[in-house]
C-alpha cells in the first residue's frame, strides 16, 4: 500500500514524528511518499492513482492562501482522489462559521459574536454583556494568526485592528476566558475509537498555547463530558473521519470548545508514545 502525505515547502520533511511513523509503517508494507500541498492540484492523474490516501498533515499555510487550498479539494473531489479527511469535510471545517452548525447542536462554545458585516455596535454589545478582555481573530486562520486580545476599555485599540486587519473581512469576536492560564485541553479521536487528551498550558503571562510561543504540553486524562463531544462529532460525519481534534477550556466544570481541527492538526504524538503506535495502526488499515 502506499499513502501520499501533504505538507509546506516550509517543512519539507513535517515533524519527526511523522517520520517516525512513516518508519514504522515499513513493517506494514506500507510506503509513505510525501508532497509540497500545493503542487497536488498540477500533479498528473496517473501520479497519484497508485495511493489508497491522500493525507493532509502539516499543511499549516494553508488559511493564508485559502483560494488556493479550495482548489486542491476541488481537484480531490473532481477527481475523486482518496483525500483524509475528505474534501468536503475539510471545506466545512476551514471557516470558523462551522461553529455556529455545532452551536445548533447543542455544542456549548466559548461565547463568541461572529460578525460577517460590519457591525459598529459590536465591541459596546460584547462588553455589555460582561466580557472584560476580547479575542479577535479571522474566521480562517490558524497558529493565532492575526488574533489580538482586547481590554474592554479600549474600542479605538479595537478600531485601529479593525482598520488595519479586517477592513471587508469577516470575524469572530469571542470572550477572552481567563481559565486559559491553566490550560487549554486537546483531545484527539482516530477512527478506530481511540483518544486522548494533550493540556496545553501558556507561559506565564502570555495566553497563546503554541510550543512556539513557550506553551508547555502534557498528557492527561480524557474526560467523559469531552469524550461525548469527540463521539458526537464522529457520528455526525458518519465515521468518515481518519481524525478529529477538539480544542477548549473548562469553565464552572462546563467545557466550552474553542475549535474542532479536521484539517492539519499537530497530533502531539512525540508526547503519546501509545497514541503513535495507534496511528500506525490506523493508518496501515486503511487498506482493509
Not at 134 to 157: A, N, Q, R
Request: aromatic share 12%; with cysteine; glycine share 6%.
Amino acid at each position: 500500500m502506499k499513502l501520499l502525505f501533504l505538507t509546506t515547502a516550509e517543512m519539507p520533511e513535517l515533524l519527526p514524528y511523522d517520520q517516525t511513523v512513516i518508519q514504522q509503517l515499513h513493517t506494514f508494507k506500507v510506503q509513505v511518499d510525501i508532497m509540497i500541498w500545493e503542487k497536488l492540484s498540477t500533479t498528473p492523474l496517473e501520479q497519484l492513482t497508485p495511493y489508497k490516501a491522500i493525507i493532509i498533515r502539516t499543511c499549516w499555510n494553508y488559511y493564508k492562501k485559502p483560494e488556493v487550498f479550495g482548489r486542491l479539494l476541488d481537484f480531490c473531489s473532481s477527481h475523486n482522489l482518496p483525500l483524509l479527511n475528505p474534501a468536503d469535510i475539510v471545506r466545512w471545517n476551514m471557516d470558523k462559521r462551522y461553529l455556529l452548525d455545532l452551536e445548533k447542536e447543542g455544542i456549548e462554545l466559548i461565547p463568541t459574536a461572529f460578525v460577517f458585516e460590519h457591525d459598529p455596535s459590536v465591541f459596546t454589545t460584547s462588553v455589555n454583556r460582561g466580557w472584560q478582555k476580547l479575542v479577535i481573530k479571522p474566521m480562517i486562520s490558524g497558529g493565532s494568526y492575526h488574533t489580538f486580545v482586547i481590554d474592554k476599555e479600549d474600542e479605538s485599540g479595537f478600531d485601529k485592528i479593525l482598520g488595519t486587519y479586517y477592513k471587508n473581512r469577516p470575524y469572530m469576536l469571542q470572550e477572552f476566558i481567563p481559565e486559559i492560564s491553566s490550560g487549554e485541553v486537546s483531545t484527539l479521536r482516530f477512527a478506530d475509537g481511540f483518544t486522548y487528551s494533550i493540556a496545553k498550558v501558556p507561559k506565564k503571562g502570555d495566553y497563546r498555547v503554541q510550543f512556539t510561543y513557550g506553551g508547555t504540553y502534557n498528557i492527561e486524562k480524557v474526560h467523559p463530558q469531552i469524550v461525548a463531544l469527540c463521539d458526537q462529532i464522529a457520528e455526525r460525519f458518519q465515521g468518515r473521519l481518519l481524525y478529529q481534534r477538539v480544542d477548549g477550556v473548562w469553565r464552572n466544570n462546563r467545557f466550552l470548545l474553542m475549535e474542532v481541527e479536521l484539517i492539519e492538526p499537530d497530533l502531539y504524538l512525540g508526547h503519546h508514545a501509545e497514541a503513535l503506535s495507534r496511528w500506525v495502526k490506523n493508518l496501515a488499515e486503511l487498506d482493509r
